[in-house]
Every structure is written in C-alpha cells, then in structure tokens.
C-alpha cells in the first residue's frame, strides 16, 4: 500500500523544531505543542510556509471562537512568529506575516462578589455570636474583634494588610476618617461610617474591661508583627461565613473588598471616586469594576430615555 505523500511543510517544520531543540533547548512537550500549532494553522488556513499576513489575523481572530483561552491564543502566536523568523533567518521568506499580529489580551478576571443581603447575614451572624449571652469576657473580645473587622473592612474597602495592621488611633474620638498607609508608602484617608465606628466602640471597650491597656496596633497578637495576621482574618472570615449560611470557599477578605467597590459603584459613585478609596496607584486596576458601571448605565438608559419603551410597529 502506497504512504501518503509528505506534505511541502513537513519539512521545514522538522527543521524548525530541530532549531528549538538545538539551540534553544526546548523540552519535548514544548516542541510537541509547536508542532500541533503549526499543523492546525497550515489544516485551517490550507499552508504555512507562504501563508500572508490576512491569513494569520484571520486564523488568530477564530480562535476565540473556537474556544481557546488567551493563553493558548498566545501560544499559537508564539509559536507561529518563531516559525516565521526561522524562515527569514534561513532565507526562505523575506517577509514575517507575524509582524504586525497582537498578542491576545486575556479577559480581566472578575471577582466573586457578595451580594448586599449575603454582607448583611454575615453581619448579622457576627453581630449575634458577639452578643451571646453564654460567652466568656475572652471569647466575647474575640468575636467583637471579628464583627469589628468586618464591619471596618465592608465600610472601608482596605486591603486585608492595611486593615490587620491598623494603628491604635484609627478611628478614637469619633474621627469620620482614617489615615491608611497603603502600596509603595501612598497614603490615603478613608471615610468611617457610624455602624463601624460603633463596632470598634464596642470592641474597644471589651479590650478595656479585660484590662488590655491600648498598645501599638488596633487588632494586636502574639505573632512576629504584633498584630493579628492575615492568614488568621481569612480563618476567622470563613468560619464566619459558614455560620452565616454562606458558602465559606467563596469569601476571603479580598472578596469582601470587592463587595465594597461593586456595590458603590451600583449605588451611583463613579469610577475615580472608588479608585481614590481602594488605593489604587492607576485607574485601568479600577476598571475591572467596568461591568458593573455598563449594568448600571444601559438601567439608566432603559429606565429615563423617552424612546427605550417604545415598541415598533
């Protein structure tokens, strides 16, 4: 029985791999992964060696749709750039159809976010284990140390490592700002709300009645800081969360923190406001938060534009 023919690329594609390997040392599951690549662009766009320009935007455009992530998006564009520099180098083509081909940009990742009802039951189920009648002074100190973390980090947005490590001072004297040292030393204020100031009030005093004279830091603990960690936030928020009917897997501190920009985003605060709260350095890390603004305008349009009700016909 005759073997099918060799196909033209064949190979310059072995030739290629054999640079890799070479000269590059390439693993074998990488030159494996370079060959399927290549094989499938020359299968859909029916050759490779002298495929133009068009035809890899036209490739790299489908792979979206065919499921691909931007990772594996970027693979086969790395994959198919190198191929074509290898031809040019060896001067077998003197154009790289790849030259002007952007890398794939992977889709920002949106966060879990807790609803406004999910916060207020693990408010609530903080506020009543901190208000168990049944609960030694010592207990009682911790689980109003977790209502008032909760309550601070909901109202604040802080980063759990800006929140763990808070000042003593944060928030005495009924002040309505904190001052927070956040990435690369930057320092903004944040605004205190009444339910988190009572929160701390309340922790406060319990700390005072034990007799634990005020110190350096607001949550302190036997650890190398001398504060509470955040490994032992995250613990405590869980366990929290589980007691609350939550499912613990998906809340973290960081989740916390997100609840806090969506839902003032959803209540009407705009994106340099929310920015300016989170601490960050540039907006484009705000505008993950995009989604939520495109919800709340395409309801502003629905709702007040006079032509968005009406029907045709």
């Known amino acids: 029985m005759a073997r099918p023919a060799r196909h033209p690329d064949d190979t310059l594609i072995e030739l290629f791999l054999d640079m890799l390997a070479a000269e590059r040392g390439a ?41 691909l992530a931007a990772s594996s998006q970027a693979r086969r564009l790395s994959a198919l750039r190198q191929f074509f520099r290898f031809q040019v180098a060896e001067g077998q083509r003197e154009d790289d159809p790849t030259a002007t081909a952007e890398r794939p940009k992977p889709r920002p990742h949106l966060p879990k976010v807790l609803s406004v009802a999910d916060v207020e039951k693990l408010l609530q189920a903080a506020q009543e284990e901190a208000a168990a009648s049944e609960l030694t002074a010592a207990r009682r100190l911790a689980a109003l140390r977790v209502f008032a973390l909760i309550e601070l980090l909901y109202a604040t947005g802080l980063r759990v490592s800006e929140l763990v490590s808070l000042p003593d001072s944060a928030g005495r004297g009924g002040r309505p700002f904190i001052a927070v040292r956040g990435k690369g030393g930057r320092e903004r204020l944040v605004p205190l709300n009444a339910s988190a100031h009572a929160a701390l009030g309340s922790y406060r005093e319990a700390r005072t009645a034990l007799g634990k004279p005020p110190g350096k830091w607001l949550f302190p603990a036997d650890s190398a800081s001398g504060h509470l960690t955040r490994q032992a936030f995250a613990r405590d928020l869980k366990t929290m969360s589980a007691r609350a009917g939550l499912d613990s897997r998906k809340i973290s501190p960081h989740v916390l923190r997100h609840a806090f920009a969506t839902h003032l985003l959803s209540g009407g605060a705009d994106l340099r406001s929310v920015q300016t709260l989170l601490g960050h ?33």
């Open 27 to 67: 693993a074998r599951n990488t030159l494996d992964a370079y060959r399927r690549d290549l094989l499938d662009f020359r299968e859909r766009v029916g050759g490779l060696a002298a495929a133009t320009a068009r035809a890899v935007r036209d490739y790299l455009g489908a792979l979206p749709k065919r499921g």
């Open 281 to 313: 350095a540039d907006i484009s890390t705000t505008q993950i938060y995009t989604h939520v603004l495109d919800e709340r305008l395409k309801e502003l349009v629905n709702k007040h534009h006079p032509l968005a009700e009406k029907s045709g016909g």
